[in-house]
């Protein structure tokens, strides 16, 4: 089966952390993507990795990927308000028709 | 303005009605899709087109269809709504499914029905 399971689902900290979001997947894929979705808004793209390795950066995020391990980390360094959202990842799966699955979101909530 | 646009925004619907919901993307880009977004359900995909002229069904289809006529337009129909299908519905699309499969979103469709 084709799973995608981001941890934690909930996330509570204060401005000036830094914190590690998970996303693990279940077989072989190069691909995945991480998307932000503010509330009663649209989803957004925020990286795309397409290799072992991979590793992106934007502001106070970044993503990297092993696939390998079949893993692959948001990290948010020095946490801000303005980073409350929640956080997708989805995987890109040959089997899947090259549909995405998608993990159930990681829900961050950083207090001032 | 590049993007995808959906309409309606918001829609109240009498169970039993025939809804269908539009998708319009200006980027050319060759697959679409369907999803809607429950609460504590995540993301789910109804049905999907890699290319014009094709369709695919994703993981909860019934009771809804779609068509890809060209490349622009991604039709969602409800042929009966139900209650169940309350939900919010997002259009996305991406430049090519497995070789860029980056997928940029609607504004979504807030669907309620009664």
């Known amino acids: 089966e084709l799973k995608v399971e981001q941890n934690p689902l909930f996330l509570s900290m204060q401005e000036g952390k830094n914190y590690t979001i998970y996303c693990n997947y279940s077989t072989t894929s190069d691909r995945l993507y991480w998307y932000r979705q503010d509330p009663g808004k649209s989803l957004e793209s925020l990286f795309v990795l397409l290799s072992n390795g991979a590793v992106k950066q934007e502001g106070r995020l970044m993503a990297s990927l092993d696939t390998k391990a079949r893993l692959s980390t948001l990290h948010i360094t020095a946490a801000v308000h303005d980073l409350s959202a929640t956080y997708f990842c989805?995987?890109?799966?040959?089997?899947?028709?090259?549909?995405?699955?998608w993990g159930a979101g990681t829900k961050l909530i950083i207090k001032p | 303005i590049a993007g995808i646009t959906q309409a309606p925004t918001s829609q109240i619907l009498a169970a039993g009605r025939r809804m269908t919901l539009r998708c319009t993307q200006d980027?050319?880009?060759?697959?679409m899709y369907w999803y809607r977004q429950d609460l504590g359900l995540g993301l789910r995909l109804i049905h999907y087109s890699n290319t014009a002229g094709t369709t695919g069904k994703g993981e909860v289809p019934d009771g809804y269809s779609v068509s890809r006529a060209n490349t622009d337009d991604f039709p969602l129909t409800l042929a009966s709504a139900v209650p169940s299908q309350t939900s919010v519905y997002f259009c996305?699309?991406?430049?090519?499914?497995?070789?860029?499969?980056?997928?940029?979103f609607g504004p979504g469709t807030r669907l309620t029905v009664l």
């Open positions: 980027m050319r880009h060759n697959a």
């Open positions: 996305a699309s991406s430049p090519r499914a497995g070789y860029n499969n980056e997928q940029f």
């Open positions: 989805a995987v890109e799966f040959s089997d899947s028709n090259y549909q995405l699955i």
